[in-house]
């Protein structure tokens, strides 16, 4: 079972995804939890790469590219394995990030992007892929809030410095992805507590089993 987490900044993927991982892990599963960009350690040095603020005037291609390698590493290193071993495994962000930022929010070919992303997951696409749907305003003085917590540095928030108006296109491009994609990707209404949120995945994991 591959169970996917996807959303603007701020909608509590992060959250969410550990809720799903101690529910699972109540009910007797083992479970992998990873992340994208980084979730290998090939993955790590291009995170770096990708999220680093200097590298603003990076060519959509370029940035497109070193999304896929990052992603096709994941999925041969640490995803695939994990669920050859009978393990559940959650991500927190997968190709779906990749066609709503690049397509929806960069302007490339959608379905271009989905081929793309087909060959450097070899066909592995989630059971149930969750979209945290929240308003962009929220969803950014959350984000923003973390970083001042965590005390991250200025390169880790390249997106988080993106326009208010990009991040609404890239909430609206996840609707309209997952108006597509009914059969495996859920809306779910990001807004209220996490216990809130929660108690809104919680049948959609239910329905899995
Ligand atoms: P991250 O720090 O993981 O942010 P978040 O907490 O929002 O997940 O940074 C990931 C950033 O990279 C995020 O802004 C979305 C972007 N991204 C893409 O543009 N394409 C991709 O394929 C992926 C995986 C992430």
Do not use: C
Not at 24 to 36: D, F, P, Q
Not at 51 to 61: F, G, H, I, V
Not at 147 to 157: F, Y
Not at 176 to 204: K, M, N, Q, Y
């Amino acid at each position: 079972m591959f169970i996917t987490f996807e959303g603007i900044e701020g909608s509590g993927k992060g959250v969410m995804l550990g809720l799903t991982l101690d529910w699972l892990r109540r009910a007797g599963h083992s479970v992998l939890a990873t992340r994208e960009p980084g979730g290998s350690e090939l993955g790590a040095a291009l995170r770096a790469l990708l999220l680093d603020t200097r590298n603003s005037d990076m060519a959509p291609e370029a940035e497109l590219f070193l999304y896929l390698a990052d992603r096709a590493q994941h999925v041969a290193s640490k995803i695939r394995p994990a669920l050859a071993g009978g393990q559940v495994a959650l991500s927190d962000r997968y190709a779906d990030s990749t066609i709503v930022y690049q397509g929806y929010g960069r302007g490339l070919d959608v379905d271009e992007l989905f081929r793309l992303n087909d060959l450097a997951v070899k066909g592995l696409w989630p059971d149930l892929t969750l979209v945290l749907d929240l308003d962009v305003e929220t969803g950014l003085e959350r984000a923003l809030r973390r970083n001042r917590e965590q005390g991250l540095a200025e390169k880790e928030g390249r997106f988080e410095a993106e326009s208010l108006f990009f991040h609404a296109k890239i909430r609206s491009g996840y609707q309209a992805w997952a108006a597509r994609h009914p059969e495996r990707i859920r809306l779910v209404d990001a807004s209220g507590s996490p216990a809130e949120v929660f108690g809104r995945i919680e049948p959609l994991l239910k329905a899995l089993r």
